[in-house]
């Protein structure tokens, strides 16, 4: 993720790993780049699977052909998350729209102080964990705590039924 580690990994380079061998299997495509990840989808070699790393940017990447995704949010929403995923991954757009627009106003809150302290957060308020963190990290501060939980009081309780899955 350049917006961690301040580098991207270009496409050309993923490519030219991927064909350089079949043990290259899959990419975390997490460039926050659209047409990065479509040029990776359009050229990679069959044994290439293509992952989304990047929340918001799941639904596009999925449209464009992704295979899947590494979550951060599905650690507190598993079933809005997976089935956004599922039912993307079945062409039932109008589910998965659903489902990403219940999550997409608590995605901002879980990165505005750093990964992991959104999440730990978001997972204090639902009941499963402190938001506690070990040095050098550090917790979601209060004011971000606040506005987390805003957010999260918006995310309609999943429905499978209402949902299409």
């Given at each position: ?5 301040a ?26 780049d ?24 799941t ?20 079933a ?9 991954l ?10 990403n ?25 639902l009941?499963?964990?402190s ?12 004011t ?22």
């Amino acid at each position: 993720m350049p917006g961690r580690t301040a580098s991207n990994v270009t496409c050309d380079t993923i490519l030219r790993l991927a064909n350089a061998s079949p043990q290259f299997i899959a990419v975390k495509e997490a460039s926050g780049d659209l047409v990065q990840g479509m040029r990776i989808m359009k050229h990679k070699p069959d044994h290439l699977l293509v992952l989304s790393g990047d929340d918001p940017l799941t639904l596009p990447l999925l449209g464009c052909g992704a295979d899947g995704v590494i979550s951060v949010i599905a650690n507190a929403y598993p079933a809005h998350f997976s089935g956004m995923v599922d039912s993307a991954l079945r062409n039932d757009m109008a589910t998965a729209r659903r489902l990403n627009e219940a999550l997409l106003d608590v995605h901002p809150h879980l990165y505005a102080e750093g990964n992991p302290a959104g999440i730990k957060g978001a997972l204090e308020i639902l009941g499963f964990c402190s938001r506690e963190t070990r040095l050098p990290l550090t917790a979601l501060s209060e004011t971000g705590q606040e506005a987390l939980r805003q957010a999260m009081s918006k995310v309609p309780a999943f429905q499978p039924d209402l949902m299409g899955c």
